[in-house]
T-cell receptor, first 112, second 114 residues
């Protein structure tokens, strides 16, 4: 059974810092991988999608990478801002399915 | 992209009763899913809502407790039956667009069972 661990579970940093959030899958055969953010009381917002043929995606201050040999992904946030405060979730599918299995989440707080 | 509307956004229900949650998508999608997020936890997949056939449930979830309907490619319902306080969670509807493999989520239904 696929299990997804995110490290750290919680993080509090001053504004302006560069951050790395980690995500690790027990089964490294990841097909698609997405990073989401969830604000309190809200649904999920898709941030980045790494499709099966890709290894990295960038959007603005965000960069996500996937190492398929190890089943590990990182989300890099540059020059963090208070508006980045949220819970960040990684989720992946395996080949032949569109069912996303979610990680445990990282709760980020960026202090002004 | 896809815009997903869920109703209700929140509800407080008595134990032993049932609640039906609606999910409406602004376009036709093949792949639709229901997730549960228990307090302080991440998301757990309940089932795949299949259009025209019975839903496919994940381990630990059964049709009698979480019946799902999918009458067409834009709409689905999830019923939480015979509720207990342990069913207090956020329930989320999700779709995956086959052209992009990207998943989109509704805003969720926050259920509290008292």
């Amino acid at each position: 059974k696929q299990e997804v661990t995110q490290i750290p579970a919680a993080l509090s940093v001053p504004e302006g810092e560069n951050l790395v959030l980690n995500c690790s899958f027990t089964d490294s055969a990841i097909y698609n991988l997405q990073w989401f953010r969830q604000d309190p009381g809200k649904g999920l917002t898709s941030l980045l999608l790494i499709q099966s043929s890709q290894r990295e995606q960038t959007s603005g201050r965000l960069n996500a990478s996937l190492d398929k040999s190890s089943g590990r992904s990182t989300l890099y946030i540059a020059a963090s801002q208070p508006g980045d405060s949220a819970t960040y979730l990684c989720a992946g599918t395996t080949s032949g399915t569109y069912k996303y299995i979610f990680g445990t989440g990282t709760r980020l707080k960026v202090l002004a | 992209s896809a815009v997903i509307s869920q109703k209700p956004s929140r509800d407080i229900c008595q134990r032993g009763t049932s609640l039906t949650i609606q999910c409406q998508v602004d376009s036709q999608v093949t792949m639709m899913f229901w997730y549960r997020q228990q307090p302080g936890q991440s998301l757990t997949l309940i089932a795949t809502a299949n259009q025209g056939s019975e839903a496919t449930y994940e381990s630990g979830f059964v049709i009698d407790k979480f019946p799902i309907s999918r009458p067409n490619l834009t709409f689905s319902t999830l019923t939480v039956s015979n509720m207990s306080p342990e069913d207090s969670s956020i329930y989320l509807c999700s779709v995956v667009l086959s052209m992009t493999d990207r998943a989109f989520f509704g805003q969720g239904t926050r259920l509290t069972v008292v």
